[in-house]
T-cell receptor, first 114, second 112 residues
Framework: NAGVTQTPKFRVLKTGQSMTLLCAQD?????MYWYRQDPGMGLRLIHY???????AKGEVPDGYNVSRLKKQNFLLGLESAAPSQTSVYFC?????????????FGPGTRLTVT | TQLLEQSPQFLSIQEGENLTVYCNSS?????LQWYRQEPGEGPVLLVT?????EVKKLKRLTFQFGDARKDSSLHITAAQPGDTGLYLC????????????FGQGTTLQVKP
């Protein structure tokens, strides 16, 4: 099993450009999450999904959109990138079994917006 | 908004030393997880604690959940260079969405 994979690993965008980050998991997990990680701020939840076809906002959703058309994939889109979106983005997935569930993380995507 | 604080933010020690990392909040949590993140990788779960006062051991790592379920600590005995990384606490609230709140983390460097 590959677990959770993310593409691309690195990307440089200019302000105003758009892009989509792809997350895929092969563990048949119901729940998927997108986080951003900035120095000194831990991981902050952007959007999450509790199942195919459903999405919800997290802590810092502004400037991002997501889609979960297939259970195994969770896409994160930036319509008009801004320098404030320079960050490392992590995708995670979990089965969900009450509060004891483990989140499995991908290796991250490092995004720089100039 | 739940306030979550980890301390210290940075810790640099010599191999063989002991250390404790703290995770504190003003809110009560149903459970709490600790993750470790190595450079260039995503976080990996170390442990989940559920019961107030619970203590769990993972080799040289000892995790404790506070009696009131508002805080937790991670103690490492005889640290080794392989323990180097970012340690994140992630309490879980009462909802069933699986959403975690991550602390800002403690960066640990263990020098040989």
């Amino acid at each position: 099993n590959a677990g959770v994979t993310q593409t691309p690993k690195f990307r440089v965008l200019k302000t105003g450009q758009s892009m989509t980050l792809l997350c895929a998991q092969d563990m048949n997990h119901e729940y998927m999450y997108w986080y951003r990680q900035d120095p000194g701020m831990g991981l902050r939840l952007i959007h999450y999904s509790v199942g195919e076809g459903t999405t919800a906002k997290g802590e810092v959703p502004d400037g991002y959109n997501v889609s979960r058309l297939k259970k195994q994939n969770f896409l994160l889109g930036l319509e008009s990138a801004a320098p404030s979106q320079t960050s490392v983005y992590f995708c995670a997935s979990s089965y969900i079994s009450g509060s004891l569930d483990e989140q499995y993380f991908g290796p991250g995507t490092r995004l720089t917006v100039t | 908004t739940q306030l979550l604080e980890q301390s210290p933010q940075f810790l640099s020690i010599q191999e063989g030393e002991n250390l404790t990392v703290y995770c504190n909040s003003s809110s009560v949590f149903s459970s709490l997880q600790w993750y470790r993140q190595e450079p260039g990788e995503g976080p990996v779960l170390l442990v989940t604690v559920v019961t107030g006062g619970e203590v769990k051991k993972l080799k040289r790592l000892t995790f404790q959940f506070g009696d009131a379920r508002k805080d937790s600590s991670l103690h490492i005995t005889a640290a080794q260079p392989g323990d180097t990384g970012l340690y994140l606490c992630a309490p879980h609230g009462s909802s069933n969405t699986g959403k975690l709140i991550f602390g800002q983390g403690t960066t640990l460097q263990v020098k040989p």
